[in-house]
C-alpha cells in the first residue's frame, strides 16, 4: 500500500487548505483511513479518522473546522481544513489500515504553515 500526500501550503490564519492522500497498490485489507499531524518538539498526533463505514472521529482541536472525507471512486482520502490556526501548523500525514485503532501505512507528509 503506498500513500501520496499532498495539498499543503503557506496560508494565513483564517484561510482554508484541503489536503489529499491518494491510495495505491494492494488496499483489499484496508478499511480505515487518518490524518495526523507533527509540530516542531512534539509528538505526532491524531487530527481525524474515517472507518469503511463511514464513521469519523475529529481531535478535539480541529472539531469544527476540519472534516476528513473519502472518495472510493478516485481512491482518495481527504482533511478539508478551515478556519486555520497557527498552531495547525506542522507536517500532516495520512495513514491507512485495517482498523482505525491500528493504522500501519504512512505516506510521506506535506507541510502546512500558517501564518499569523
Known amino acids: 500500500v503506498q500513500l501520496q500526500a499532498s495539498g499543503g501550503g503557506l496560508v494565513q490564519a483564517g484561510g482554508s487548505l484541503r489536503l489529499s492522500c491518494a491510495v495505491s497498490g494492494s488496499t483489499f485489507s484496508i478499511n480505515a483511513f487518518g490524518w495526523y499531524r507533527q509540530a516542531p518538539g512534539k509528538q505526532r498526533e491524531l487530527v481525524a479518522r474515517?472507518?469503511?463505514?463511514?464513521?469519523?472521529n475529529h481531535s478535539d482541536s480541529v472539531k469544527g473546522r476540519f472534516t476528513i472525507s473519502r472518495d472510493n471512486t478516485r481512491n482518495t482520502v481527504y482533511l478539508q481544513m478551515n478556519s486555520l490556526k497557527p498552531e495547525d501548523t506542522g507536517v500532516y500525514y495520512c495513514?491507512?489500515?485495517?482498523?482505525?485503532?491500528?493504522?500501519?501505512?504512512w505516506g510521506q507528509g506535506t507541510q502546512v504553515t500558517v501564518s499569523s
Open positions: 495513514a491507512a489500515g485495517r482498523t482505525w485503532l491500528s493504522f500501519n501505512y
Open positions: 474515517i472507518s469503511s463505514a463511514g464513521i469519523i
